[in-house]
């Protein structure tokens, strides 16, 4: 997968978590900060892929920067069926498939040979972009 497709899925994934805040809103206290909780995970982990492919595109040799890409990219995925799985009760069978669909294309790919054949940073920003939406959801569960 290019890492093109990667952050569209990802901001497409962000967008779909983002909209069941009505789900979310009718959670209790305690799950609500759950959501929140692991929603602020998930847009913190943004940033700092979003900040070493920034780095990668200045240093392309920067091997930690590249290391640290990866390893925040492949960390999403868990948080997000964390996320599900506290709303599952609240989900219809329709939109579990839907995400399980989505998580599906978050599988590792070689972030190197990615960023060597289309660079980095704009993919930054559709990385800054999911992080917004997940950082909308965190705010307002604590609304």
Same mark, same amino acid.
């Given at each position: 997968?290019r890492?093109?497709?990667?952050t569209?899925?990802?901001?497409?994934l962000?967008?779909?978590v983002n909209?069941?805040?009505?789900?979310?809103?009718? @959670? +209790?206290?305690?799950? $609500?900060?759950? #959501?929140?909780?692991?929603? =602020?995970e998930?847009?913190?982990?943004l940033?700092? &892929? %979003?900040?070493?492919?920034?780095?990668?595109e200045?240093?392309?040799n920067?091997?930690p920067?590249?290391?640290?890409?990866?390893?925040?990219?492949?960390r999403?995925?868990g948080?997000?069926?964390?996320?599900?799985?506290?709303?599952?009760?609240? @989900? +219809?069978?329709?939109k $579990?498939?839907? #995400?399980?669909?989505r998580? =599906?294309h978050?599988?590792?790919?070689d972030?190197e &040979? %990615?960023?060597?054949?289309?660079?980095?940073?704009?993919?930054?920003r559709?990385?800054?972009?999911?992080?917004?939406?997940?950082r909308?959801?965190?705010?307002?569960?604590?609304?």
């Amino acid at each position: 997968m290019r890492l093109a497709e990667y952050t569209q899925r990802l901001s497409e994934l962000a967008r779909t978590v983002n909209r069941w805040l009505a789900l979310a809103a009718r @959670l +209790d206290v305690l799950r $609500r900060e759950k #959501v929140a909780l692991y929603a =602020e995970e998930v847009a913190a982990t943004l940033a700092r &892929a %979003a900040a070493n492919l920034a780095t990668l595109e200045v240093y392309p040799n920067d091997r930690p920067a590249l290391l640290s890409a990866t390893r925040e990219l492949g960390r999403i995925a868990g948080y997000v069926e964390t996320i599900v799985a506290t709303l599952e009760d609240h @989900l +219809d069978g329709r939109k $579990r498939a839907g #995400v399980k669909r989505r998580l =599906e294309h978050l599988q590792p790919f070689d972030l190197e &040979a %990615a960023i060597r054949e289309f660079g980095a940073f704009r993919h930054a920003r559709r990385l800054a972009s999911a992080e917004g939406y997940f950082r909308a959801l965190a705010d307002t569960l604590r609304a």
